[in-house]
């Protein structure tokens, strides 16, 4: 996890990454899971994301792992709530009624200590990782979440014309990361409007089941 390049960006709120609202993408597509509610959803590097917002106020209770604990302070000013800060080995745990959310590397995570999990919203981790780092956390991810089922959402663009992150990712590369763990069903693929970073790019949306 290259540490030191994210703090920098919270640090100098360099932060493009954050969207302004909910990801229409997760209200339009969270139902394929087919969840109760009170369902507990893990968010991997999820950074503020107002996406916790939405499912919190939904009924679901959330997880995350987030690297940078800026981040996670402004999400609890955020949400107006005063979180319970405690320490667990390398990590920092936040926590309210509703929510937990891991502050450290998510390597560092296990599964014993995130507790289960009913299913994984993943907007922003697998993109944001080098390739090298991608196998190892799909692996993890994967071991520490008890093969929960996912909702994936990836970009597709010609990685020659546009440094990540966020780093482009082709169907091929998620079936090597998870055919032979779920069934893979594509939701979505669609050209993005006003593209990536002014390159154009196509979104995906996957469930991992």
Known sequence: MERDFWLSRWEANNIPFHESETNPLLFKYFKEL????????????????????WLLSNGYRVAGAELVEMAIQQLFQELGVEPKISKLGKLVLYSAPGIDIFVGDIFDLS??????????????ALVALPQEARIRYSAHLTQITNKAPQLLIT?????????????????????????????????????MSGGLKGHSAKENVWKLD
Not at 35 to 42: A, E, G, M, T
Not at 111 to 124: C, I, M, T
């Open 34 to 53: 087919s969840l109760p509610k009170n369902s507990r959803i893990f968010i991997p590097l999820c950074g503020k994301t107002l996406d916790i917002a």
């Open 155 to 191: 970009f597709e663009y010609d990685q020659t014309k546009m440094a990540g992150p966020p780093f482009s990712i082709s169907t091929e590369e998620v079936n090597i990361h998870y055919k032979n763990t779920y069934t893979l069903t594509n939701l979505l693929s669609q050209e």
């Open 111 to 124: 599964k014993e200590v995130l507790g289960p999990v009913n299913a994984v919203y993943d907007r922003a």
